[in-house]
Structure formats: C-alpha cells, structure tokens
C-alpha cells in the first residue's frame, strides 16, 4: 500500500523533532567526551594511558620491592594504571641502553639506584648510554654505607682507624663498582689505612662473613645491617653519610666524630628517557611527592628499614651531576 502523502507542515515538524534528537544526544555526547577534551588543550592531558616503570633488577631484590611499593600510591595520584617490568641484565646496562632510546613521552620510566648506572660507564667501556642524559624525575629514599665489625671488636671508631693504621685490615666487599665499594675506597684513602678487600656477591654474604669472624670489617647499606646490630652480632661503627639514620641514631657519623669523609648515598628513584618535556616531567614529579606522603606507604617503608628521602627533579638532577666527580676518582683508585 503506497502511503499517504505528506504535507509540508509534518515534513518540517519531522525534522524540527530529527535536529532537536541529535542535539541532545550530541550535547550529551560532549559532556561526557569533555574531561578528555579539556585535558588534550595542555600539559594536563598527560597521562592517558598507563605509565610503564621498568626496574633494572630481578623481582625479590630491594630495587624492585621499593619500585612496586610505592607504585600504587602514584597509580592513585596519576589517575592511570602503573606497571611494572623487570629487565635485569649486566647490572642494568642492557636496560639503560635500550631505554635511552626510548620514546620520551613520560609514559616509560626507569628505576635509578644512584649511582649504580653511572659507576657502570665507568667500568664498562662499551657502555652507550650516560646517566647524565637521562631525565631525573624523582628519588624517594636513601640509604647511606655504614661501617660494621664484630661485636667483639673494637668499640669505637677511633679504635678501629688506630688498629688499621698499625696494619693491614680484612674487608668486605658487596660486589665490585658497588656504591659500598666507591665509598669504601673512598674512605680508606682518606683515613690513610690499607685494606685487603674480599668480594662478595652482594652484601647478605658479606655480613655474614663478619658475622662468623672471617673478616676484620665490612661496608654495607644500612638498612642490610640492623638484623644483626638488633641481634648483637655486629657493631656499627660509623655511617658514612651526612646525617644519622633515623633507625640507628646512637651511630655517629663522620663530622661527629671530626672526619671529612666522602659520602655517596645510594638513592632510588626513577628518571625519563632524555628530552622529557618539562611538563610531563612536573605530572610526574608532583604524583611521586604526593605517593611519599601517603599514611599507608610510610608505614610500609618503615616496616622495611627504609629511608624516605625525597628529592625533586632539580634536586635529583644535581646529585646525579655532583657524582660524576667521586666516581671518576674511585675509577683512577681501581687502576692504581
């Protein structure tokens, strides 16, 4: 059956009816599209997607445990998921290689035990990246080195810089080109007292080593120490930094004591691939200053002994600038 014709009235009143539709709905559909439209007209549409950090170490060790500690709480402030990779390889070498190529959209980040990456250019010739590069974005603890013997041992510092200037002293070593092991070259030299250095694959072996009297002494983080300090096994002697560990605050350090002695503090952090910009970097800064903060991520860090510690991008950009110095001096220590 052909339908009846239309007249115009109804052809108009239809379409009157069709654009006052697809005005609503399109209104609608604006209003919801409107956050993300508002975001892409600046710095504020970073981040739209999840913001990847890859940790230079296996999973387990202290470098990936702080890096998915406080993942959620910048997960929380990003507004975006935070993922977490593992890349270990060559003591982080391979992934610092390839992340210098990377995409410097902020949605890639790299953990940084500072100055770990920097001692391996050093002794690592083939190396093809530089620290210096890369984008500082924020260190959210620190762990100074602290100088542990036997509890049997000497008692005080000055009793034991009296002992190994009389002779040749046993030390341990937590890996070579470790931060322990620069600032334990460091600190010699400048105390004027030879060592025999043991190596040893990390600092659990070495401490152990002290513990069963096989060593003289050892340099170790010291967060890796107060197991055995707790348990009156060993002694802290001195904390080789500038201020005292908020977990051992009867130990001295070096100015308590009237030493200058070089400090190299290892901080963790994350940093950009180069040419980050500016305001990407500052999304990023602001959500980790905001994650330190947080009640439940400072009850964790103090249940693990750690250091929070926190340093901005600038403030980061100048630690990692003031220790190319100290470790091209520990360079020409290793070839002497």
Known sequence: MIPAP???????TQGLVRRRFLGTALGGALTLAAPGLTRA??????????????????AGGGEDTEARGIAPYVQKHLGVN??????????????????????????TLITYTFPKSIIIEYLDKTTRYRTRDFTPVYAWSRSNQLLLVHADAWKTFDEFVKAAR????AG??????????????LAVEELGIKVNWVPYEGSP?????????????????????????RAGKLRPLLL?????????????????????????????????????????VKVLEDAFAKAVTEPA??????????????????DFATAVREAYPKVEKFQAMLKE
């Open 6 to 12: 239309r007249t115009l009235a109804a052809v108009v």
């Open 82 to 107: 935070v993922l977490i990779e593992n890349q270990p390889g060559a003591g982080g070498k391979i992934a610092f290689e390839k992340f210098q190529r990377t995409e410097p959209d902020g949605y």
């Open 166 to 169: 009389a002779k040749t002293l």
């Open 297 to 314: 991520y400072v009850e964790w860090a103090k249940k693990r002994l750690m250091v929070i510690h926190p340093l901005g991008a600038g």
């Open 205 to 229: 072996g070495a401490i152990a080593a002290l513990a069963g009297k096989h060593l003289d002494f050892t340099i170790a983080l010291a967060n890796s120490g107060v197991p055995l300090i």
């Open 240 to 280: 080789l930094g500038d201020a005292r560990d908020p977990y051992l605050p009867d130990v001295p350090i070096p100015k308590d004591l009237g030493y200058t002695l070089t400090s190299l503090p290892a901080l963790r952090g994350v940093e950009a691939p180069p040419h980050t910009p500016p305001a990407v």
């Open 172 to 185: 341990g070593l937590s890996g070579r080109g470790s931060t322990t092991h620069v600032v334990g070259l």
């Open 41 to 58: 007209a600046g710095p504020s549409s970073f981040p739209r997607k999840p913001v990847k950090i890859i940790v230079t170490a296996d």
